[in-house]
T-cell receptor, first 112, second 118 residues
Framework: EDQVTQSPEALRLQEGESSSLNCSYTVSGLRGLFWYRQDPGKGPEFLFTLYSAGEEKEKERLKATLTKKESFLHITAPKPEDSATYLCAVETYGGATNKLIFGTGTLLAVQP | GAVVSQHPSRVICKSGTSVKIECRSLDFQATTMFWYRQFPKQSLMLMATSNEGSKATYEQGVEKDKFLINHASLTLSTLTVTSAHPEDSSFYIC??????????????FGPGTRLTVL
């Protein structure tokens, strides 16, 4: 069965304290891995898509990387406005096109 | 670009009534739309996949007669929760896919609809 696991469940950082969020996946065939940011009471906001092992993408203080088993979302010198839940999702070749399987998310809190 | 809207953003209804939620892709045509449900502090659970002009595909355990989906056009899908009960109270989120070129599609989410059934 395809599975997506995110860790930690929650992370509290001081402003400027860099860290990484993990997304481990077990799937029959990875078509793509997606990172989203979700603020309370809002829908997920698209951040990155990664398609193959070794791929990296960056956006401001965020950098996403992908291996054959997991993905990391690195947050460099975070600011309080980076506080949100970060969701990881995978799309598989075995499933319906564009169907995403989500992890349970990491709740990030950045304190000033 | 790639904006998805939902209406209403919040709805409170009495038990036994039906509620319709609209999902629109504002600046692109969506080949496929998805409906998710999210309970507090949990992740998104896919309910159904909606393709324009065809019947929706429901995930296991989701009652198709309770959650009616209509995909009227390439920019509009509706979810109707029929005979709603308190256990249907949840955050309903839609998403729409946009072809980004080649074999890959991007999926964009709406802002969600908070349903509370009294």
């Amino acid at each position: 069965e395809d599975q997506v696991t995110q860790s930690p469940e929650a992370l509290r950082l001081q402003e400027g304290e860099s860290s990484s969020l993990n997304c481990s996946y077990t799937v029959s065939g990875l078509r793509g891995l997606f990172w989203y940011r979700q603020d309370p009471g809002k829908g997920p906001e698209f951040l990155f898509t990664l398609y193959s092992a070794g791929e990296e993408k960056e956006k401001e203080r965020l950098k996403a990387t992908l291996t054959k088993k997991e993905s990391f979302l690195h947050i460099t010198a975070p600011k309080p406005e980076d506080s949100a839940t970060y969701l990881c999702a995978v799309e598989t070749y075995g499933g319906a096109t564009n169907k995403l399987i989500f992890g349970t998310g990491t709740l990030l809190a950045v304190q000033p | 670009g790639a904006v998805v809207s939902q209406h209403p953003s919040r709805v409170i209804c009495k038990s036994g009534t039906s509620v319709k939620i609209e999902c629109r892709s504002l600046d692109f045509q969506a080949t496929t739309m998805f409906w998710y449900r999210q309970f507090p502090k949990q992740s998104l659970m896919l309910m159904a996949t909606s393709n324009e002009g065809s019947k929706a595909t429901y995930e296991q355990g989701v009652e198709k007669d309770k959650f009616l989906i209509n995909h009227a056009s390439l920019t509009l899908s509706t979810l109707t929760v029929t005979s709603a009960h308190p256990e249907d109270s949840s955050f309903y989120i839609c998403s729409a896919t946009r072809t980004s070129g080649g074999d890959y599609n991007e999926q964009f989410f709406g802002p969600g609809t908070r349903l509370t059934v009294l």
